[in-house]
């Protein structure tokens, strides 16, 4: 009960105020409920429930969209939450906090996170590319076994229509055309199925950059008398002043290059007996590297 004349609080059944002694019993009730109701408004506008935290939620969710995102973006939300939750003044600030600190948050750490995620990507597409760079290997060693220990020459054809160069010596399409139709005498029926279809296990890799075959002259060279001497396709340490691949960029500067290098002695006229196959990823300035040397795969 509050007194009328000194305003003072006392029980709910006292009948005299026990501050100033005014008989409280002979005010009438709706005196009594309209300064109680006056009172209680004031103590629910004090300093406590004002939109003071909704401003400062606001503030901190501002300070969300910069670079201070996880320190300022969490209170924000949680101070916002706090002034909707308990119905405090300054909800319009909350719902701005709101927003602003779930933007700065959620959205902004994604953004920051987007060169991680890049650089994640990249190494696939390395690992894809050493891959590729073992189909090529493999190709040469088929050739290497069907023509007395030697490499194929500079003028051999490596394109993907040509059934008749080193397309046939990639794992799928020549073990697939001598099973089935060599012996059988289906080998034109089935180059010509192959052709229409262009099944994807049959013929040259795929680069996981541009997501097409490889292309001579375009990411993919091949250069078999590249090397001066014998003996160099084997050394790959960068700090090695012999090292042939220091400084060797893809020569078309796309990336997911692959590039084979050889050493063919002058009796074998152009016919390499050693050779080193040379990857590159999304940097063309030099060759993937496995630690501080070059990842270089040789016969």
């Known amino acids: ?48 429930q004002s939109g003071v935290l909704g401003a400062v939620a606001l503030t901190f969710g501002v300070l969300s969209l910069t670079p201070a995102t996880f320190v300022a973006g969490i209170p924000a939300i949680l101070m916002a939450t706090k002034v909707l939750r308990e119905r405090r003044p300054g909800r319009r600030m909350a719902y ?55 490499y194929p020459k500079a003028g051999i054809s490596w394109e993907q229509e040509d059934d008749e160069g080193m397309v046939m010596h990639f794992k799928g399409r020549g073990q697939l055309l001598s099973a089935s139709g060599r012996q059988e005498g289906l080998t034109d029926e089935l180059k010509l199925r192959y052709r229409d279809e262009d099944r994807p296990l049959t013929g040259i890799p795929i680069n996981p950059y541009t997501r ?70 999304r940097n063309t300035a030099e060759p993937i590297r496995q630690g501080r040397n070059y990842l270089i795969l040789r016969n």
Request: proline share 6%; glycine share 10%.
């Open 96 to 150: 701005g906090a709101l927003v602003t600190g779930t933007l700065g948050t959620f959205v902004l750490t994604f953004v920051m996170l987007l060169p991680i995620i890049a650089w994640q990507i990249d190494v696939h597409r390395i690992a894809l590319v050493r891959q590729k760079m073992q189909a090529f290997r493999s190709a040469l060693d088929d050739y290497a076994a069907e023509n007395n220990g030697r």
């Open 1 to 48: 009960m509050i007194c009328p004349a000194c305003g003072s609080r006392n029980l709910r059944t006292a009948r005299v105020c026990a501050t100033c002694g005014t008989i409280i019993s002979e005010i009438p009730k709706t005196q009594f409920r309209y300064e109680q109701s006056l009172l209680e408004k004031r103590q629910t506008t004090g300093p406590g």
């Open 212 to 281: 097409d075959r490889y292309r001579l002259g375009r990411d993919f060279f091949y250069l078999p008398e590249y090397l001066g001497e014998a003996g160099l396709h084997a050394v790959v340490n960068h700090k090695d002043a012999r090292c042939p691949y220091v400084g060797l960029a893809a020569p078309g500067g796309v990336p997911g290059t692959i590039l084979i290098v050889g050493w063919s002695p002058p009796d074998f006229h152009g016919a390499p007996i050693e050779y080193a196959v040379v990857g590159y990823g």
